[in-house]
């Protein structure tokens, strides 16, 4: 089953599905963006969608409409949007409840979060992206099984409650984990060191980690508890009290989880 699908957003994920859905044999029928010159840009990756500034899709011939926004935006455009009957309006958020949808002009509503980090520009294998689907709708959530079977082998059926959790988790492996990378990659500058030295580390650091799992893989001189060192490190870190006081709090934590 192939959908007609309406893009609402222009910004990483929107970028992103619009062309897994199409390379899936769907077709986009809209991609809406605030500023239609951008809407006209997203466009330019698919075949045939039209690129429109207006959230009235009275006329649109779409089946779903896909809430690609940042997740403050999603309750004002859910009640703003104004659908075609038996629409399915669905939003990305990780975080973000699907009862935020319920306001909305929608026949029916659901969550269709694609679990990855998203960068314009850079490619997505989505038949490793998990896909977190949510409906209060059986036939609505048969019809997102569906599209997201169609562009990944990887779909969840997840509460609210428990993709916020997730999420949370995500932020911590994801997130988090990019700015310690960031940080070192300040300091080796600092210094005027080569920041390639570091990328086999943090390359076997990763793969240890997912192959024996982070507990069992967690070495340094907080998991030894070598407090001469511990010390070293934060006055070398004086420069900066921001960093210095992350070294501290996160080298703690590792300690008390000894």
């Known amino acids: 089953m192939n959908f007609k699908i309406a893009i609402i957003g222009t910004g990483n994920v929107s970028w992103h599905l619009a062309s897994a859905f199409e390379d899936a044999g769907h077709e986009i029928t809209e991609i809406y963006g605030r500023d239609i010159d951008k809407a006209e840009l997203w466009t330019e990756r698919v075949y045939q969608g039209e690129a429109t500034d207006s959230l009235d899709f009275t006329d649109s011939q779409a089946e779903i409409f896909v809430l690609a926004v940042s997740d403050s935006a999603i309750s004002d455009i859910a009640d703003q949007i104004i659908l075609p009957e038996d629409s399915i309006l669905v939003h990305t958020s990780g975080s973000v409840p699907l009862e935020v949808l319920g306001y909305s002009s929608a026949a029916y509503t659901g969550i269709f979060y694609p679990l ?95 192959e024996l799992g982070a507990k069992r893989a967690q070495t340094g001189p907080a998991k030894r508890e070598d407090m001469d060192t511990l010390e070293n490190h934060h006055r070398f870190l004086a420069f900066n009290e921001n960093i210095a006081e992350i070294y501290r709090v996160v080298s703690q934590d590792i300690i008390d989880s000894n």
């Open 116 to 210: 990855q980090t998203f960068t314009k520009g850079k490619e997505i294998d989505f038949h490793q992206v998990p896909i977190l689907l949510e409906s209060d709708d059986s036939d609505t959530l048969r019809k997102l099984k569906k599209l997201a079977r169609s562009i990944s082998p990887l779909q969840y059926v997840v509460k609210s409650k428990d993709r916020l959790a997730l999420h949370i988790a995500a932020v911590f492996a994801s997130n988090f984990t990019n700015h310690m990378v960031r940080i070192a990659e300040e300091l080796m500058n600092r210094q005027g060191l080569d920041f390639e030295m570091l990328k086999p580390l943090i390359i076997e650091s990763m793969t240890k980690t997912l």
